[in-house]
């Protein structure tokens, strides 16, 4: 029988396990090792949720002398959407000129992401920005020209916890993902 837990008041089944998470993490680092070994980046962390895949990427980052820094998203009213609009804070080093890779938990409809990506480079002054995300969802991605660089395991359009990912902020401690079964 499937395992399943509880998270707050819903039900997740087992996933991914603990151990195909890093084969797949560890797949990923080494793509990145040898595509941006002489490109001097710096890795920038969006907290909370990527706090343990950027983690468990960066231990198996070989690239001399890379640097990585953490930075949240803030939430502002826009004056055009009426969704949420997110942007950086708490970036303190300069990028300007820098290749930089972005390390997320998830892609779901690229909205975020596009707006990071835009602002490292349109108002940050970022020469290359490159996108690692643990999991994306290609049937949620609505944000259609978004470039996914280095994407550890694509997965179907259904809500997950573990690893760093929450539900109402739970859940972030479990070793393996989840899906919610209903
Ligand atoms: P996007 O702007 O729609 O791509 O949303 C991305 C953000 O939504 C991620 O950084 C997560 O915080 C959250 N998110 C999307 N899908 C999931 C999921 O399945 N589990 C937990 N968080 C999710
Ligand atoms: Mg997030």
Known sequence: MDKTI????????????????????????????????????????????????AADLFRNITIPDCEITFVRLKSYAGTQTTGEVRTIAGLNESVVGRNVVIIEDIVDSGYTMARIVRRLKEDLGANEVYVSCLLSKPNAIKVKDLKLDYVAMEIPNDFIVGYGLDYNEKGRNLPDIWVVTE
Do not use: M
């Open 6 to 53: 509880k998270v707050s008041d819903r039900n997740f089944k087992l996933y991914l396990t603990a151990a195909q998470i890093q084969e797949k993490v560890k797949a990923v680092a080494e793509r990145i090792n040898q595509d941006l070994v002489d490109k001097d980046p710096i890795f920038v962390a969006v907290l909370n949720g990527s706090f343990i895949y």
